[in-house]
Nanobody, 125 residues
Framework: EVQLAESGGGLVQAGGSLRLSCGAS????????IGWFRQAPGKEREGVAC???????DYTKSAKGRFTISIDNAKNTVSLQMNNLRPEDTAVYYC???????????????????WGQGTQVTVSS
């Protein structure tokens, strides 16, 4: 059974950092890409970053230069290091398993078939 679980969210001041983790089970990172998405109140879910089975990363414009996605195969987790956070980064962050191994841009929600429950990130100004 495929399962994903996010952790690491919280409240941080603008300019601060958070590291989100996505624990995965039931499949191999060798076979599927993993993406991070976020959903702010009243807005649609949007892509943030993706990492492929070959460790190639793609970022959306808002994340590039501030966020870093990485895989820890030993721990079966995908992390999202978020630096220089802004109030507009406030959202529930979700990790998802993509239906194939490569990322590509832009990140489309329909290309992901399993999701975690999400973790809240709140950035105060």
């Amino acid at each position: 059974e495929v399962q994903l679980a996010e952790s690491g969210g919280g409240l941080v001041q603008a300019g601060g950092s958070l590291r989100l983790s996505c624990g995965a089970s039931g499949f191999s990172f060798d076979d599927y890409a993993i993406g991070w998405f976020r959903q702010a109140p009243g807005k649609e879910r949007e892509g943030v970053a993706c990492i492929s089975s070959s460790d190639a990363a793609d970022y959306t414009k808002s994340a590039k230069g501030r966020f870093t996605i990485s895989i820890d195969n030993a721990k079966n987790t995908v992390s999202l290091q978020m630096n220089n956070l802004r109030p507009e980064d406030t959202a529930v962050y979700y990790c998802g398993k993509k239906i194939w191994a490569e990322c590509g841009s832009p990140l489309y929600e329909y290309e992901y078939d399993y999701w975690g429950q999400g973790t809240q990130v709140t950035v105060s100004s």
